[in-house]
């Protein structure tokens, strides 16, 4: 997931110090696909061995949603369902830097006439939508895992974490089948 080659270089708008446009542009890509793929960043035990935390199905539903908080929660989940027109553009606009089948991802939504039920649905207010309910998302696998009540409860539950509004129907997870030995 690095790319360092371009970092400094001159000739990619780099110089001693500053980080060419190239080499910003990719790792930005990057990182955004392996967030797509695993469902986090990238982790790493005190001797440099990776850490797996779960990967769950997670479909995002956001109301009063803006281009930006689409743009920043579309790869920390497996579907993204917005009440905005937008979302085309989005979709047509990330597909170009992307593997993933964004228009798949990517979903319009109308809360009076769809039912989401995804393994996980997290509900956001796109209006009080802030740092800590990010970080929520970004470390809910881990909080998931660790929570040894929730795996004794009969699902689907609910709870809210933050302003976040979670329903757990399944906690199936399926990060051994992102491993490809070819």
Known sequence: MTSRGSRFNPYSGGAPGQNSQEWIGTTTRNTREFI??????????????????????????????TPQLLEALEPWCSYIYVDME???????KE????S??????????????????DNITIKIDGNTFGNEEYRHIQY????????????????PCEFTLGNLQITINDLTTYENELIICD
């Open 95 to 98: 597909q170009e830097k992307s």
């Open 100 to 117: 993933f089948n964004i228009d798949e991802r990517v979903r319009g939504f109308d809360p009076n006439k769809h039912v989401i039920k």
């Open 86 to 92: 937008e979302f085309v553009i989005y979709s047509m």
């Open 140 to 155: 809910l696998p881990e909080i998931l895992a660790n929570d040894d009540e929730l795996y004794e409860e009969d699902l």
């Open 36 to 65: 797509r793929k695993w469902g986090h960043m990238i982790k790493h035990d005190q001797y440099m061995k990776p850490i797996v935390p779960p990967k769950y199905e997670v479909g995002i539903v956001v109301e009063n949603c």
